[in-house]
């Protein structure tokens, strides 16, 4: 099938667009890390358009995840799909306001962290039998276990608290960032890396713009 073929090439890491500084960068590396940058400014900007944006990242780091071997990543993608259009209902409600920007509080966030430990613990056992289960799908082990899950379970949760717009998601999103930059400088993805510095920077712009109306709907 000529055109399943043609399509295999683009989610192929080694179908590059060019060489920056003698890195081959792939059109699926290239496309998933402008479209995550845009998805991100925008979700700190409060713009609605983050969401369907979102969905054709997802789809871009599920295939580019798949290859460098950090399966709960890859996994991650599926959750993020399905996230994308949860978000995009939840913000944009029939009368056409936003709902407000509130923190989760001392004792969820209690919940939160230990929600964060048992989870990352849960997903890192499932991958890392995935090749056991699969071997003709994942040939090779999964690669930082336990740092992959964290960032995945962590992510999830801060995309569920963006979605329904609470304080913590950007504090969330500030530690997963930290961690993904040194994950994925280590597997040797550069143009991600820098991607999710520029993330970082986003996540502290989030944090602070979030907290300013937060702070704002108190004294109303």
């Given at each position: 099938?000529?055109?399943?073929l043609f399509?295999?090439?683009?989610v192929?890491l080694?179908?590059?667009?060019f060489?920056?500084?003698?890195?081959?960068?792939?059109?699926?590396?290239?496309l998933?890390t402008?479209?995550g940058?845009?998805?991100?400014?925008?979700?700190?900007?409060?713009h609605?358009?983050?969401?369907p944006?979102?969905?054709?990242?997802?789809?871009?780091?599920?295939f580019?995840?798949?290859?460098i071997q950090?399966?709960?990543d890859?996994l991650?993608?599926?959750y993020?799909?399905?996230?994308?259009?949860?978000?995009?209902?939840i913000?944009k409600?029939?009368?056409?306001?936003?709902?407000?920007?509130?923190?989760?509080?001392?004792?969820k966030?209690?919940?939160?962290?230990a929600?964060?430990?048992?989870?990352?613990?849960?997903?890192?056992?499932?991958t890392?039998?995935?090749?056991?289960?699969?071997?003709s799908?994942?040939?090779?082990p999964?690669d930082f276990?336990?740092w992959d899950?964290?960032t995945?379970v962590?992510?999830?949760?801060a995309?569920?608290?963006?979605?329904?717009?609470?304080?913590?998601?950007?504090?969330l999103?500030?530690?997963v960032?930290?961690v993904?930059i040194?994950?994925?400088?280590l597997?040797?993805?550069?143009?991600?890396?820098?991607?999710y510095?520029?993330?970082?920077?986003i996540?502290?712009y989030?944090?602070?713009h979030w907290?300013?109306?937060?702070?704002?709907?108190?004294?109303?």
């Amino acid at each position: 099938m000529p055109e399943f073929l043609f399509l295999k090439q683009y989610v192929s890491l080694e179908y590059t667009i060019f060489e920056l500084y003698g890195y081959p960068l792939s059109y699926l590396e290239f496309l998933g890390t402008t479209s995550g940058l845009v998805c991100v400014y925008l979700a700190a900007r409060n713009h609605i358009v983050t969401w369907p944006i979102g969905i054709f990242n997802s789809i871009c780091f599920f295939f580019l995840f798949f290859q460098i071997q950090l399966y709960s990543d890859m996994l991650l993608q599926v959750y993020f799909f399905g996230s994308s259009i949860y978000g995009w209902i939840i913000w944009k409600k029939r009368t056409g306001s936003f709902t407000k920007i509130v923190s989760l509080g001392k004792e969820k966030n209690l919940i939160l962290v230990a929600l964060l430990v048992f989870g990352t613990f849960g997903l890192g056992q499932f991958t890392k039998h995935l090749p056991g289960w699969f071997p003709s799908l994942f040939v090779k082990p999964p690669d930082f276990l336990y740092w992959d899950a964290f960032t995945t379970v962590a992510s999830i949760f801060a995309n569920l608290l963006l979605a329904q717009r609470k304080l913590e998601s950007w504090f969330l999103w500030v530690f997963v960032d930290l961690v993904c930059i040194v994950l994925y400088y280590l597997k040797g993805i550069p143009f991600v890396t820098i991607e999710y510095v520029v993330f970082l920077l986003i996540a502290f712009y989030g944090s602070w713009h979030w907290y300013k109306e937060y702070d704002e709907n108190r004294k109303t």
